[in-house]
């Protein structure tokens, strides 16, 4: 009897752990789609800049309207769904991006282009926050694991983006952008059914916890949570201004330096997005193995020789260089996330939509100014201004160690 219990007890275990695996891939599949779809955008940048006659900066403009409006409802969202959760929610924003996606295929004028990013953005801003903590909710412990194959599914998403634009919106025009419409009415759909899971977790607010046996001072924080959030910012700063250059002026810079065709540009950057995809599931992984910081010190730092070799790369390598600086970049997002969550257990909502918030924003002021500065010298001074970013992964040293969280006291040895 006490055997037929414990196998039962056993094989629910086991029917959650499978269910709670779905919906991490349900989620990753609806982030796939979500940021297929937020890829056109600065896909169809060279189709737009021709037919509307548009300059670089103007260009920057449209990133930072997308981006803007993602960065500043995020931690907005994400508070008011730390309050009270919407397990629907989601369905909206895919439904805002669905609509910005029409506008943009049909935009007569720059206003409207405008329009139309910054309305793709809002949908973003509504999916980020709540898609996050029902991830962590369904991650059964390996958070950092559930963060990196959920990240996988938007990086994949924005490595099909400029592939698809390539083949389906170059040949054929900007109203081609229609047809991904059944791409966000599948994500809807899919998203609707991950609601009612998460509707039947009946989940409530979660109350904020002391972190280890840190003292808390004001607002309920330990002292180092603040300095650390703070340089989780900066270190995401690093990433992000990087980052953007490349999604935003890549297709030109290969263009422009290397006279390749438009097709070619797009390919060349869905090889660099992809690899984004494959450092941001590895990252995830060995964080939850190595630990958070010692991923934050290799994905931000270690990029640093390779950004410096870039501008003095021929095309071929220039292709490389780029795989391998987006692979260990973007390793940093899911533990740059996971430590934050870490640290504000109680505030996932927030903490996701601030960290998403600051990357697009942070990539939208960073587009806008580069683009200004490319305006002003060129694309090549760019990329070389740009490279001595990884710098700020020094930073990396005043984040606290897992057994100062913990209240552990610090291994010998230990970084």
């Not at 995020?74 to 996606?101: E, N």
């Not at 200004?372 to 070389?384: E, G, H, L, N, Q």
Request: hydrophobic fraction near 50%; proline fraction near 5%.
């Amino acid at each position: 009897m006490q055997k037929s219990v414990a196998a039962d007890t056993s094989s629910s275990a086991s029917a959650a752990k499978t269910a709670s695996f779905t919906i991490v891939l349900a989620l990753s599949f609806s982030h796939f789609l979500n940021d297929m779809v937020q890829a056109l955008l600065p896909a169809i940048y060279p189709i737009i800049k021709d037919a509307y006659q548009l300059n670089y900066t103007q260009i920057g403009y449209l990133t930072l309207a997308f981006q803007l409006t993602a960065s500043l409802l995020q931690p907005l969202v994400g508070i008011v769904t730390d309050r009270k959760p919407q397990p629907y929610s989601l369905v909206a924003g895919m439904g805002c991006t669905l609509v910005g996606l029409f506008v943009l295929a049909y935009a007569h004028s720059y206003l409207v282009l405008l329009l139309g990013a910054a309305l793709i953005g809002t949908g973003s801003s509504i999916f980020h926050p709540e898609s996050t903590r029902m991830a962590r909710m369904a991650s059964g412990g390996r958070h950092g694991f559930a963060q990196s194959l959920f990240q996988v599914g938007g990086q994949a998403g924005q490595a099909f983006g400029p592939l698809l634009a390539a083949f389906i919106i170059v040949p054929r025009g900007q109203t081609s952008l229609t047809w991904f419409s059944g791409a966000a009415l599948l994500a809807m759909v899919v998203l609707f059914q991950v609601g009612r899971w998460y509707q039947a977790q009946a989940p409530q607010p979660v109350k904020p916890k002391t972190i280890g046996s840190m003292p808390t001072g004001a607002g309920g924080f330990a002292p180092g949570i603040l300095l650390a959030v703070s340089v989780l910012f900066l270190l995401m700063f690093s990433k992000s201004a990087y980052t953007a250059s490349l999604s935003s002026y890549y297709t030109f810079y290969l263009i422009g330096k290397y006279q390749v065709s438009v097709q070619a540009s797009q390919i060349l950057l869905f090889l660099f997005l992809l690899s984004q995809a494959l450092g941001s599931l590895i990252g995830g992984h060995m964080g939850d193995r190595f630990g958070r910081r010692e991923i934050i010190w290799f994905s931000i730092l270690g990029a640093l020789p390779f950004t410096l070799l870039l501008p003095f790369a021929n095309l071929f390598w220039t292709a490389v260089l780029t795989c391998v600086i987006g692979g260990i970049m973007a390793s940093a997002f899911p533990a740059i996330l996971t430590y934050a969550l870490d640290l504000m257990p109680g505030k996932v909502g927030m903490i996701a939509g601030l960290f998403y918030g600051v990357s697009f924003g942070l990539g939208a002021l960073s587009a806008a100014a580069l683009g200004a500065i490319a305006d002003w010298t060129s694309i090549d001074a760019v990329y070389r201004a740009c490279a001595y970013l990884p710098l700020l992964g020094l930073l990396t040293w005043f984040l606290p160690t897992a057994e100062t969280l913990s209240g552990k006291p610090a291994k010998k040895g230990a970084a």
